[in-house]
């Protein structure tokens, strides 16, 4: 029994430690994957705390066809996903990135990292969801394909295929901005 399996059974044995150590394990990954995608702190704050509402009263049905962690991220996704159809749009938070690039006694070279992300992050935004998704999952995440696909019900050919496109439309989006590419 790996130890998601033991934590999960812990928990469903009436424990709420082991739904607190899978918190604190995923809390994290969850929070950086949903970032990427929304790009607000706040809100993606919120949609991971109700992310893990949402496995707390569903770790009963959680059937372990598949590790607990793609599982988890297959709800962090879809919950993401809904948020963005019902907002229909992403708010840009150009503001606070312009405002935490103006920092006072910074080395040069630590504000140009920073300046670097934030193109990045940026450009990133305008990567078209599905693609991003996929990106994200993979290059910050660092999933393998298989899992890949598993959290997004499709095939690994599909996955590699977004990857590829996304990759395509973020240096088409730095270029755009004028940035050198990373």
Same mark, same amino acid.
């Given at each position: 029994?790996?130890?998601?399996?033991?934590?999960?059974?812990?928990?469903?044995?009436?424990?709420?430690?082991?739904?607190?150590?899978?918190?604190?394990?995923?809390?994290?990954?969850?929070?950086?994957?949903?970032?990427?995608?929304?790009?607000?702190?706040?809100?993606?704050?919120?949609?991971?705390?109700?992310?893990?509402?949402?496995?707390?009263?569903?770790?009963?049905?959680?059937?372990?066809?598949?590790?607990?962690?793609?599982?988890?991220?297959?709800?962090?996704?879809?919950?993401?996903?809904?948020?963005?159809?019902?907002?229909?749009?992403?708010?840009? =938070?150009? +503001?606070?990135?312009? &405002?935490?690039?103006?920092?006072?006694?910074?080395?040069?070279? /630590? #504000?140009?990292? $920073?300046?670097? =992300?934030? +193109?990045?992050?940026? &450009?990133?935004?305008?990567?078209?969801?599905?693609?991003?998704? /996929? #990106?994200?999952? $993979?290059?910050?995440?660092?999933?393998?394909?298989?899992?890949?696909?598993?959290?997004?019900?499709?095939?690994?050919?599909?996955?590699?295929?977004?990857?590829?496109?996304?990759?395509?439309?973020?240096?088409?989006?730095?270029?755009?901005?004028?940035?050198?590419?990373?």
């Amino acid at each position: 029994m790996n130890a998601d399996n033991y934590y999960i059974e812990e928990f469903l044995a009436g424990k709420p430690q082991g739904f607190e150590v899978l918190v604190r394990k995923y809390q994290n990954r969850a929070l950086n994957i949903v970032y990427s995608l929304v790009g607000q702190d706040r809100e993606s704050e919120d949609i991971v705390q109700e992310v893990f509402l949402k496995v707390y009263h569903n770790l009963k049905s959680f059937r372990r066809q598949s590790q607990f962690s793609t599982w988890l991220y297959r709800i962090v996704v879809n919950t993401t996903y809904d948020l963005l159809r019902k907002r229909k749009e992403f708010v840009n =938070d150009d +503001a606070a990135l312009e &405002a935490g690039s103006v920092l006072c006694g910074v080395p040069q070279e /630590a #504000l140009l990292v $920073k300046e670097r =992300d934030a +193109a990045v992050h940026k &450009a990133l935004r305008n990567v078209p969801i599905k693609y991003r998704t /996929a #990106l994200v999952l $993979k290059d910050i995440e660092g999933l393998s394909y298989i899992e890949i696909s598993r959290v997004l019900s499709c095939s690994i050919g599909t996955v590699e295929s977004r990857i590829y496109r996304a990759r395509q439309f973020l240096k088409a989006e730095l270029l755009r901005f004028g940035g050198e590419l990373i």
